[in-house]
């Protein structure tokens, strides 16, 4: 196999695990309430970012041996034609993944700080937590539970 054939495969494995994240992403988004089925989706996604990382660097290496020393954007115009139809596609698709996976993680992020928001909030409820007011009475002492919620 030469560099370059490893080069693509490397650009298609990270294509590959990419879209693994994503649909676990999905199915942490749909199981979001589901706290144990979030930590097993969890660490599914760690054991595939890890093997993510490991194909990323080669990738860097084999880059580093392909372009010698040029920027993606130098070299890009400087592969055949043949070259170009097989890394094109490889490298949008790299970076759609990569924006897609973005977007979804920023999405889940949003809905678990809302979840667990909800649970401080049921928490409190339920607890009769004795939190301080927002507003204290001048020359005096704070009555002992606020009525409002500061975490909602």
Same mark, same amino acid.
């Given at each position: ?6 080069? &693509?495969?490397?650009? !298609?494995?990270?294509? /590959? ?6 649909? @676990?992403g999905? !199915? #942490? ?22 093997? @993510?990382?490991?194909a =990323? $660097?080669? $990738? ?5 041996? &392909?372009? &010698?020393?040029? $920027?993606?954007? =130098? ?17 949008? #698709? @790299? ?7 973005? !977007? ?11 979840a ?10 339920? /607890? +009769?937590?004795?939190? !301080?007011? /927002?507003?204290? $009475?001048? #020359? +005096?002492?704070?009555? +002992? ?8």
């Open positions: 196999m030469t560099v370059w054939d490893e080069f &693509v495969a490397v650009l !298609a494995e990270e294509n /590959t695990l990419l879209e693994e994240l994503i649909a @676990l999905t !199915a #942490k988004q749909q199981q979001i309430n589901d706290a144990p089925e979030v930590a097993r989706i969890a660490e599914a996604e760690q054991r595939i970012l890890e093997r @993510l990382e490991a =990323d $660097r080669r $990738r860097a290496e084999l880059f580093d041996v &392909v372009a &010698v020393g040029k $920027r993606l954007e =130098d070299w890009l115009p400087t592969l055949s034609a043949e070259q170009t139809a097989v890394a094109e596609p490889l490298l949008i #698709k @790299l970076a759609q993944n990569l924006a897609e996976l973005q !977007a979804l993680n920023d999405l889940n992020q949003q809905l678990l700080t809302q667990l928001s909800y649970v401080n909030y049921s928490l409190n409820l339920l /607890t +009769g937590d004795e939190a !301080a007011p /927002t507003y204290t $009475r001048p #020359k +005096g002492t704070a009555p +002992g539970r606020s009525f409002f919620d500061r975490k909602v």
